[in-house]
């Protein structure tokens, strides 16, 4: 049997894995690369949450068969987080469901509500698993503009006009992965009117909501009075708590669909492991000082990367949040396009990035910089990236 399976057929080459072999190669020779391509932390999570961790582990009756959509504990642990945070009230029990990771929570519930041949408006650039997620359930994609102007509305009016089905469901992701673009409280409180007129549903993927800089909070859809109608929310624990490996996350908000995402995953899973919901408890109701600490060394960062990278004549714009920054290839090298690029800065800086076009084709041209190793790593990374612009002929005048 040779035909290759039907979702397999919808699914492109992931053009990341390319320059990510490309940089297990180079490991695997001894090269000292520096990695900025995936946004994987390098910080450890809260001692006081691994420590609850390794106490209930050690309970006899904690290795069983846990609860799908979460123990009540930690249910209710979000809510109070969204009270705390954003003024939000949640109830625990019906509009609040633990997934593993906000990417399997975004796939569940695209598995849940998604009819072959329906239309979905997805943000392009945006993180593979706001298209492909609804591609392998049998949805169609129409792209929409990530950035957050007036072309994103006309962009929406269009699709309503001209797609056929009408569209059911717009997708949403500020902070963007990949642009580390922001909203504000106003965009949201345009996008819940436009979706309650059009009858569309609205996913938020907020996994970026503790990683703000500059003293901007991020905002929340469910801010705004009636986004409950239409909207639900994912969050992530991976990069708040750097528990990215742990796969913790939350979907909150529409109780319709908390229900179908929530009977989806009864089906596929028995819920995380009893001793990681145990700690998350610990995380969102436990001392939040490890959250800020973590948000200002993030700034750190970013201001030194940035700082660093233009004085070797790589001029990046400033992320106001996120772990990422979204870098426009130097213009004298544009035309080599950012998957070249980025082979280009593992082989000869031994710098790995993320090809801006693995995020969507409106992605060509930038690369996606993560601020995962610390400032030392970066300014390393900056002298690399000059000698090899050097050679190329670019210089800091020139970039």
Not at 64 to 88: L, W
Not at 262 to 282: E, M, N, W
Request: glycine share 8%.
């Amino acid at each position: 049997m040779t035909e290759e399976f039907y979702r397999m057929k919808r699914l492109p080459p992931y053009v990341i894995a390319e320059v990510n072999a490309m940089r297990a190669a180079a490991r695997a020779r001894g090269a000292d690369i520096i990695d900025l391509g995936m946004g994987n932390p390098d910080l450890p999570p809260p001692a006081h949450v691994i420590e609850k961790l390794c106490e209930v582990a050690m309970k006899p009756d904690a290795h069983g068969y846990s609860a799908s959509k979460g123990i009540p504990g930690v249910r209710k642990a979000q809510a109070n987080y969204y009270g705390r945070r954003f003024n939000v009230e949640l109830d625990p029990e019906t509009e609040v469901v633990m997934t593993m990771g906000s990417k399997e929570g975004l796939a569940s519930l695209a598995t849940a509500i998604t009819a072959p041949g329906d239309v979905v408006l997805a943000p392009n650039p945006s993180y593979p698993i706001h298209t492909f997620g609804f591609i392998i359930a049998g949805a169609t994609i129409r792209s929409v503009p990530t950035t957050p102007d007036e072309r994103y509305w006309e962009a929406l009016d269009r699709a309503m006009r001209y797609s056929v089905p009408r569209p059911s469901v717009v997708i949403v992701n500020y902070p963007s992965n990949p642009t580390a673009e922001t909203v504000d409280l106003a965009f949201y409180e345009r996008l819940v009117a436009w979706a309650k007129e059009n009858k569309v549903w609205v996913l938020s993927d907020l996994a970026y909501s503790e990683l703000y800089f500059d003293g901007q909070p991020t905002r929340s859809i469910l801010e705004v009075p009636g986004a409950k109608d239409v909207a639900v929310e994912f969050t992530s624990m991976s990069k708040t708590f750097s528990m990215a490996g742990w796969r913790v996350g939350f979907a909150v908000g529409n109780k319709q669909l908390i229900a179908a995402l929530t009977r989806v995953k009864s089906y596929l899973d028995y819920g995380a492991f009893t001793p990681i919901q145990a700690a998350t408890c610990a995380a969102l109701n436990g001392p939040q000082d490890i959250v800020e600490q973590n948000r200002l060394l993030y700034q750190k960062r970013r201001d030194v990367m940035v700082e660093a990278f233009g004085r070797a004549g790589w001029e990046i714009p400033s992320p106001r949040a996120s772990m990422f920054a979204w870098a426009p290839l130097p213009p004298a090298l544009r035309e080599m396009g950012s998957l070249e690029f980025s082979k280009q800065l593992l082989t000869h800086a031994e710098v790995a990035v993320a090809p801006g076009v693995g995020y969507g084709e409106d992605g060509e041209g930038y690369v996606r910089i993560a601020m995962v190793e610390n400032e030392q790593r970066l300014r390393q990374a900056a002298r690399n990236i000059r000698r090899y612009l050097t050679s190329m002929g670019v210089n800091a005048s020139a970039a």
